[in-house]
């Protein structure tokens, strides 16, 4: 049974500002995803709140914004069999201090509000993302 999927990665402003764009690109390729579209780009807290609207009650809402909003950001539609989990393994947890090794947050991960990267939580969020991003 093949499950080609799409996924939407977000490389955060701690990790760009880093110099780390190649770096994980090469974390993601060594684990099959193919990059099929991506951009850099920086977007307004607008458009940040906009994205994370599902966080919106959340305590964390406000700075989440300020900070996906504050440096250039590298957006990619990501393609693999299981695309949606697999890029959720390789991320590793959303607190670097709880990811595991050879995860992305493990390795680059700063704090929980600095972990490096984004990735959909499912196949249904993964095409709203995408669309977000990509659709022209
Ligand atoms: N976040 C935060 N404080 C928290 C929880 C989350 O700053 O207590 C940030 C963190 O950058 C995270 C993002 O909000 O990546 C979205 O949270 P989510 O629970 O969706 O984590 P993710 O899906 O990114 O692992
Ligand atoms: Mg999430």
């Known amino acids: 049974m093949s499950s ?4 939407l990665s977000i490389i955060k402003p701690d990790a ?21 579209k991506e951009k850099k780009i920086q977007i ?3 458009e940040a709140e906009k994205f994370y609207k599902i966080h919106e009650t959340k305590p964390f809402y406000n700075d989440l914004c300020t900070y996906l909003s504050s440096g250039p950001i590298v957006v990619m539609t990501l ?6 989990l697999g890029n959720r393994e390789l991320m590793g947890a959303t607190n670097p201090q709880d990811a595991i090794e ?3 947050r493990k390795k680059y991960g700063i704090s929980i509000d600095k972990n490096s990267v984004h ?3 499912s196949i249904e969020n993964a095409k709203i993302e995408i ?4 659709k022209d």
Do not use: H, P, W, Y
Not at 79 to 84: F, I, L, S
Not at 131 to 134: A, G, V
């Open 44 to 46: 307004d807290k607008s």
């Open 119 to 121: 990735g959909s939580d």
């Open 4 to 7: 080609l999927e799409q996924t």
């Open 131 to 134: 669309d977000f991003f990509f």
């Open 102 to 104: 050879g995860t992305i």
């Open 79 to 84: 393609e693999r069999e299981n695309a949606v």
């Open 16 to 36: 760009v500002e880093r110099n780390l764009e190649s770096e994980i690109k090469e974390m993601f390729k060594n684990k099959g995803f193919k990059i099929l």
